[in-house]
């Protein structure tokens, strides 16, 4: 599979109350969290755009842009919508994936990616129900969904899986390519460090 025409956004604007501190700069094996994230969707994605809350600087690696929330802690969808937004107009398919997101496995980001060829939007399965992220979805249809759910208050990445009807790959699909889950894991509090 050829990437041209695949961005990546990584959502990195929460406010990590749970954590206690700004965990996306919490450091594991010598890189920070979002590094970690950013190493996996750079190895499927020729453009990557990290979004942030307003005024918050974030250190990326040359050729990754930040950019940021209009307004601080609006949600995930708010975060989709801008780092959406911000892509380049040629962009079709978009991984979408958390800052949280330590050990993501770019082959089942690959997997996501394929499954657009038949659907609008992509989401894994775990053992008891779909997650939200990583997601994969085609830019047109996810930004025009994501904005007019935004617009009508809603902030959460399940209605626009609702929304897009996305495609719910089984565990037995994608864990060939992860043994472990290690996709699914993100970073809410210490202990999932």
Not at 11 to 18: I, P, Q
Not at 50 to 69: C, L, S
Not at 85 to 105: F, H, K, Q, Y
Not at 118 to 129: F, I, K, N, P, T
Request: charged fraction near 25%; avoid cysteine; hydrophobic fraction near 45%.
């Amino acid at each position: 599979m050829t990437d041209v025409g695949v961005a990546a956004v990584v959502l990195a604007g929460g406010r990590s109350s749970r954590f206690g501190r700004d965990k996306l700069e919490t450091v594991i094996d010598g890189r920070t969290l979002l590094d970690h994230a950013l190493d996996a969707v750079r190895g499927v994605a020729d453009e990557t755009v990290v979004v942030a809350p307003p005024g918050q600087a974030r250190a990326v690696p040359p050729g990754v842009r930040v950019v940021h929330d209009p307004h601080r802690f609006e949600g995930p969808l708010v975060g989709l919508v801008t780092g959406m937004d911000a892509l380049d107009v040629a962009v079709d398919r978009v991984i979408v994936v958390g800052g949280d997101m330590p050990t993501l496995v770019p082959d089942v980001l690959r997997r996501l990616l394929l499954e657009l060829d038949g659907a609008v939007a992509a989401v894994l399965a775990d053992d008891h129900r779909r997650r939200p992220l990583p997601m994969a979805l085609r830019r047109g249809p996810g930004v025009e969904s994501a904005t007019a759910l935004v617009r009508d208050g809603e902030r959460s990445l399940h209605a626009l899986l609702d929304a897009l009807d996305a495609s719910v790959i089984p565990v037995t699909d994608w864990r060939p390519l992860d043994p472990n889950g290690a996709t699914l894991r993100d970073v809410d509090t210490p202990g999932d460090l």
